[in-house]
């Protein structure tokens, strides 16, 4: 269940507030100070945050800069002030919304429901994003387990897709062939080390438009190979 945290010194909004995203599905806590409540807020167990701006002991622009800090969620600022200088100072903190007071219920849950769709949607972007890499004209798809070369897919064996793979999601950095073999065979496979340069090679001639003047696996004499990015 999605869960949601207000922040809100009058008891009276936050109980207002909480029965009708109660009603609407969710799961609400609350606190009444700032430093409690950005304590709560900064445990990282909620998906959405409904911050007023005048709090005893913290007030919600200082809290609402420490959670962007550390996490990404959407934060809804709620205040009784109209002032757009608090407005664009809120929104320049992190706040995803700007809230003025007073406002139905309906309005609230409306955006609350609003925001949390919109992060959802980011999130399975970058999801997405993260099942593929991409440089240059080469792109690896990680879940359908296909290679491209400049919009042409080229056929991959199991093992020359996974160093591929493992070298291209760690770009600039040197392996051994050692320790190539083992992360991809395994300590307990057969063969030796010279397998890996097979498979280098056989990458190469799939993937690099001179295989013996790399753009994208370059040999480190003496140490290993590394993904170029």
């Known amino acids: 269940?999605?869960?949601?945290?207000?922040?809100?010194?009058?008891?009276?909004?936050?109980?207002?507030?909480?029965?009708y995203l109660e009603i609407n599905g969710y799961n609400v806590h609350m606190e009444h100070s700032g430093d409690t409540g950005l304590r709560e807020a900064?445990?990282?167990?909620?998906?959405?945050?409904?911050?007023?701006?005048?709090?005893?002991?913290?007030?919600?622009?200082?809290?609402?800069?420490?959670?962007?800090?550390?996490?990404?969620?959407?934060?809804?600022?709620?205040?009784?002030?109209?002032?757009?200088?608090?407005?664009?100072?809120?929104?320049?903190?992190?706040?995803d919304d700007y809230i003025i007071k007073p406002f139905s219920p309906g309005e609230l849950v409306?955006?609350?429901?609003?925001?949390?769709s919109r992060y959802e949607r980011l999130l399975g972007q970058r999801e997405a994003k993260?099942?593929?890499v991409r440089v240059r004209g080469l792109l690896i798809d990680k879940a359908s387990?296909?290679?491209?070369?400049?919009?042409?897919?080229?056929?991959?064996?199991?093992?020359?897709?996974?160093?591929?793979?493992?070298?291209a999601t760690n770009p600039n950095r040197v392996f051994s062939k050692e320790q190539l073999f083992e992360h991809i065979w395994g300590l307990d496979s057969m063969g030796d080390n010279a397998t890996v340069t097979v498979h280098i090679r056989k990458?190469?001639?799939?993937?690099?438009?001179?295989?013996?003047?790399?753009?994208?696996?370059?040999?480190?004499?003496?140490?290993?190979?590394?993904?170029?990015?």
């Open 1 to 19: 269940m999605t869960s949601i945290l207000i922040i809100e010194d009058e008891a009276s909004i936050a109980e207002l507030e909480r029965d």
């Open 42 to 95: 900064l445990s990282g167990a909620y998906d959405l945050i409904i911050l007023d701006l005048m709090l005893p002991k913290v007030d919600g622009f200082e809290i609402c800069r420490k959670i962007r800090d550390e996490h990404n969620i959407p934060i809804l600022m709620v205040s009784a002030k109209k002032e757009d200088i608090d407005k664009i100072r809120g929104l320049g903190l992190g706040a």
């Open 110 to 116: 409306a955006r609350v429901k609003a925001h949390l």
């Open 130 to 132: 993260s099942e593929e």
């Open 145 to 167: 387990r296909r290679v491209y070369v400049n919009g042409n897919e080229v056929v991959f064996t199991t093992k020359e897709f996974d160093l591929l793979t493992f070298l």
């Open 203 to 229: 990458i190469r001639e799939k993937i690099e438009l001179h295989p013996s003047k790399p753009q994208y696996i370059d040999t480190v004499w003496g140490a290993g190979y590394r993904f170029i990015l």
